[in-house]
């Protein structure tokens, strides 16, 4: 083998090197991007699943409300005149409502 060839490989041999070392760096880079993706959709996952639970309660929530308002309009809807003060939109006084004071 020549110097001219042993110079020629020398050369190659510390492309390849640097070759190897860009893509370590690269490698790291990508593996700290991932590491830091995780940790982000971790996250919003954790926030997803709040949001969630508020939801279920606050549907809880008004499924109760809907439900207590049914039971006030089923017991007053037994008195002609609330029902007729209720579609009329004429105030009635306390009494009328069952509310006693």
């Keep these: 083998m020549?110097?001219?060839?042993?110079?020629?490989?020398?050369?190659?041999l510390e492309q390849l090197r640097m070759d190897c070392e860009h893509f370590k760096a690269r490698?790291?880079?990508?593996?700290?991007?991932s590491v830091s993706e995780k940790k982000e959709k971790l996250a919003l996952r954790q926030q997803l699943n709040e949001a969630k639970q508020q939801l279920l309660q606050q549907a809880e929530y008004c499924t109760e409300m809907g439900a207590a308002a049914c039971t006030i309009l089923w017991g007053v809807s037994s008195s002609?005149?609330?029902?007729?003060a209720i579609l009329g939109g004429v105030s009635t006084p306390a009494g009328?409502?069952?509310i006693v004071d």
């Design 2 to 12: 020549s110097l001219l060839d042993l110079e020629r490989k020398e050369q190659e």
């Design 27 to 33: 490698l790291e880079s990508v593996q700290e991007d």
């Design 96 to 98: 009328c409502l069952g």
């Design 80 to 84: 002609e005149e609330v029902v007729k």
